[in-house]
């Protein structure tokens, strides 16, 4: 028997122009093929989260990002109950906007995706992911607010 581990992951919410960046996990992996998730993957020993973050959204996606702060944290086990996964999601945004998007062999397509559109691939996501999305789409969506009250009101 296999003694229980515990990996720390972490994925990004790259919200941009009002959608939201989802990667189709490739039906060669073990853990939820074929499924959406947020890019991201696993810590190497010692690594700073933030850090891996941006090492594993580049690897995922060919993506400069900068990641801002954690908003949420969850954890999961694989099948067979021998992993711990402990995952921090962050809210990010592109360092550089001139990089072009290439997802890895780790996945076999990605979406811009719409808050409206989300519903169309929940099936196709674990509950965890969809909150994940919903919570970076509110997020981004309060700081949009927050611009737009800070600009002048111009009177006529």
């Known amino acids: 028997m296999t003694s229980p581990t515990q990996q720390v992951v ?4 790259l919200v941009h122009q009002g959608r939201i960046l989802i990667v189709k996990r490739s039906r060669n992996e073990h853990l939820f093929p074929g499924y959406y998730e947020l890019p991201g993957g696993k810590l190497e020993y010692g690594e ?6 941006i090492r594993e959204f580049q690897e995922e996606t060919n993506l400069i990002i900068n990641p801002f702060a954690p908003i949420r944290t969850f954890s999961y086990f694989n099948t067979d109950q021998t992993k711990h996964y402990i995952e921090i999601v962050y809210l990010v945004d592109l360092a550089e906007t001139d990089a072009g998007l290439q997802t ?3 996945h076999d397509d990605h979406k811009w995706i719409t808050y409206d559109e989300l519903q169309n691939y929940v099936q196709q996501m674990s509950s965890e992911v969809e909150t994940n999305i919903q919570m970076a789409f509110e997020l981004t969506a309060e700081e949009e607010d927050e611009e737009d009250e800070e600009k002048p009101q111009h009177s006529h």
Do not use: N
């Open 104 to 106: 890895s062999e780790e």
């Open 10 to 13: 972490v994925s990004g919410a």
């Open 48 to 53: 700073d989260p933030m850090a891996g973050l």
